[in-house]
């Protein structure tokens, strides 16, 4: 309803119907505390503030920060206020100089008055507003008679540009502020725990409803959780960053289109420990910031969310919504927060590592066995286990050639105990690759053979 009177774009009605559609049926539960809001407001009341007069020494700030009736509530008292007093300023001036008795029209001319045209308050009223505003319709107007009415004019002049410039720069700064570019940046309603390269994995998705880029985008994440210290003291507010997974080491990324932001649980990060049972017990929550630069106005935007435990689906993957159509890309934002189960075990990292065996080594951060799969000569599978060793591709198809005796005839000829037996590891006729190396000391060999014969 809301989307076909326009107060709500189409993408984002459909968006939350999806992700409805497909969320796991939970039971309701009381509502948990949280320091960022979905929609990234601070969700921290101060109260008993007794300093009250430092938000005056920043006027402008606190202006800025008010709600727009507020300001404009105070930009229309401040106004009124203004003209009022000069108003009654004006009005004791000519009170003063005798510009308000009652005249004879038939009789002699009297004294030339301060402000011509003035005859009431009602009359020094519209003369404090023209003079404020520079509107100047020609029927009122200062004399050379009184030098006090030439300050107050002025006077009030300078006190009118102030108010101006000030209102002008708090209207602007509340439309192009940055977080109005925020509104646009939409982040997935849930995050998932799902394998990523043979590591589990936390996931969301983030994407840009406009065209225009957000310059030098970064993503930052941040683990706040209560802890108790071992001297007992408790900390309500422990925040740990976490990394971002990127090859550069970095958490810059390119926003062109939704990206799917991963940070692999390993043994640096706080939820290594974390299970599919225990991640509802878990008291944290999950910070997102996204720092970037607006490419049209060049202003420094920053957009939050945070992510609790039960916003935290394990086992579950983001389908994709990128699409290549008519040579071009094409992105389905009613899709942005579906998901779809897949097998995963309910078990955190730091067991599934115990499980395959991997232990800590010394001072080593990163998991043997583990590596990344490296496509071309001299690559590396990964390891099936955590004290296996890092091995060639190939050395699980070919063995390693002799270095001892083993003298090789010909490269393009095949070992005997390859073509024998044909074995399982072995298959009849394959080509076999041998390292240049080998190559180059067999020929060596044979060189100084026929030398000693």
Not at 56 to 64: A, E, G, S
Not at 198 to 221: E, H, Y
Request: with cysteine.
């Amino acid at each position: 309803m809301l989307a076909r009177k326009g107060l709500l774009p189409d993408g984002f009605l459909l968006t939350r119907l999806a992700e409805d559609q497909n969320q796991p049926k939970t039971r309701t539960r009381a509502q948990r505390a949280r320091f960022i809001t979905k929609s990234g407001s601070c969700n921290v009341a101060h109260k008993n503030i007794r300093e009250q007069g430092r938000f005056l020494l920043d006027v402008f700030t606190t202006m800025v920060d008010l709600k727009w009736w507020h300001s404009l509530l105070i930009f229309t008292s401040a106004f009124l206020c203004s003209w009022m007093l000069f108003a009654m300023i004006w009005w004791l001036l000519a009170f003063a100089h005798g510009d308000l008795e009652p005249r004879d029209p038939n009789g002699e001319p009297g004294p030339v008055p301060c402000v011509t045209a003035m005859h009431s308050f009602t009359s020094a009223f519209l003369f404090s507003i023209e003079v404020q505003v520079t509107i100047g319709f020609g029927g009122r107007m200062v004399t050379e008679e009184c030098p006090m009415a030439i300050t107050v004019l002025i006077i009030q002049n300078i006190l009118g540009l102030i108010i101006n410039a000030v209102m002008l720069g708090c209207v602007f700064m509340k439309t192009a502020q940055a977080n109005r570019r925020a509104e646009t940046l939409i982040f997935s309603r849930n995050a998932v725990i799902a394998p990523r390269n043979g590591r589990p994995a936390f996931m969301f998705r983030v994407g840009d409803l406009r065209k225009s880029m957000i310059i030098s985008a970064t993503i930052q994440l941040q683990v706040i959780r209560r802890t108790v210290t071992t001297e007992g003291e408790v900390i309500p507010v422990c925040q740990l960053d976490i990394q971002v997974e990127n090859p550069l080491r970095s958490n810059g990324i390119f926003l062109v289109s939704p990206l799917i932001i991963s940070h692999t649980i390993d043994r640096g990060s706080p939820l290594y420990e974390m299970s599919a049972h225990s991640l509802a017990a878990e008291d944290l929550e999950i910070i997102v910031i996204l720092e970037g630069v607006v490419e049209t106005t060049g202003i420094t935007m920053q957009a939050r969310t945070s992510y609790t435990p039960e916003e935290i689906l394990w086992g579950r993957r983001f389908v994709s919504i990128i699409t290549e159509e008519d040579g071009r890309y094409c992105v389905d934002y009613s899709k942005f927060g579906n998901t779809v189960p897949i097998r995963m075990p309910s078990l955190s990292s730091k067991d599934l590592d115990q499980t395959r065996g991997v232990q800590d080594c010394g001072n080593e951060s990163h998991l043997q066995g583990w590596g990344l799969v490296r496509a071309g000569r001299g690559g590396f599978r990964r390891g099936r286990g955590g004290g296996e060793s890092a091995q060639p591709w190939y050395a699980s198809v070919y063995p390693p050639a002799p270095q001892t005796h083993g003298i090789l005839k010909d490269h393009h000829q095949e070992e005997p105990s390859a073509v024998s037996d044909g074995g399982p590891g072995e298959r009849r006729g394959q080509k076999k690759t041998v390292m240049l190396e080998v190559i180059g000391r067999q020929m060596e060999e044979d060189s100084l053979g026929e030398i000693s014969d």
